[in-house]
């Protein structure tokens, strides 16, 4: 059997438990390749026979840049999937709602994983008590998740009762703020990012990691509307010209 692990992550976390998982694969016999979201072309996922998609929760959800690569996958007919998430808050409905766009392409999830990660949300640095996860036991558990996969992918194709994954749907203040956070909502919600001139030096290190190609340089970086919040460019400023103000916000959560 043939695997292809597929992951988008920004602090490594992510990309280290799709590793483990590979791990786990090869070491039940199956040939598994891993690769960054951003490399993987409809090609890889026409030859494999189980196919992984990973993703570190953001606003309760996973990013839009998962989302969107998820809506353009070609179309399988009952293809064996399976999904994991690494998160340091609450991930509310995040894999049941990736089981759902993934069947709509045509893919069936066997199985999920879920590992702590830590949280590099800016307005969460004093609060956020995970640092240094996943640690190394949520690793071993990921490989042994690996090492699994290949017997429910077995099951999934010889048992025609075979049971699904079933995501209790969750509810409540969460979920009210997973739907909050999403569209223009989050223009008035979160502080605007910009870049103070008198301090950009124009590296272009942003445009050249910003996960959805949202910073263009002109001459001084500039954001548009494919932005997914994830302040990565202000977290990674070598001169840290981008500033926010998160006090009004803490404020307003008791944070």
């Not at 502080?191 to 590296?203: G, N, V, Y």
């Not at 932005?227 to 202000?234: D, F, G, H, I, S």
């Amino acid at each position: 059997m043939k695997a292809l692990i597929v992951y988008f992550s920004q602090t490594g976390n992510t990309e280290r438990v799709a590793a483990a998982i590979g791990r786990g694969l090869e070491a039940a016999g199956v040939a598994c390749r891993t690769v960054a979201l951003a490399d993987a072309r409809p090609e890889m996922m026409a030859e494999a026979e189980l196919v992984g998609i990973g993703t570190p929760v953001f606003y309760y959800k996973e990013p839009t840049v998962v989302r969107d690569w998820m809506a353009r996958l070609p179309a399988a007919r009952g293809k064996a999937a399976f999904t994991f998430i690494t998160h340091g808050g609450n991930p509310v409905n995040t894999l049941r709602r990736m089981q759902k766009q993934l069947g709509r392409r045509g893919y069936t999830v066997v199985k999920s994983f879920t590992a702590l990660g830590y949280d590099s949300y800016p307005m969460y640095f004093k609060s956020f008590r995970e640092w240094g996860r996943p640690e190394a036991d949520e690793l071993r558990l990921a490989a042994e998740f690996g090492e699994r996969l290949s017997g429910e992918v077995g099951r999934f194709r010889e048992d025609r009762n075979f049971s699904r994954p079933r995501y209790q749907f969750v509810g409540g203040a969460y979920f009210f703020r997973s739907m909050l956070c999403q569209g223009g909502m989050m223009k008035r919600i979160f502080p605007r990012l910009e870049a103070d001139e008198k301090l950009c030096t124009r590296c272009g290190t942003c445009r050249k990691n910003c996960p959805t190609g949202a910073i263009t340089m002109g001459p001084y970086p500039r954001i548009d509307d494919k932005c997914m919040w994830c302040y990565l460019c202000e977290r990674i400023c070598p001169v840290q010209a981008f500033r926010t103000d998160w006090e009004p916000l803490r404020k307003k959560l008791k944070i």
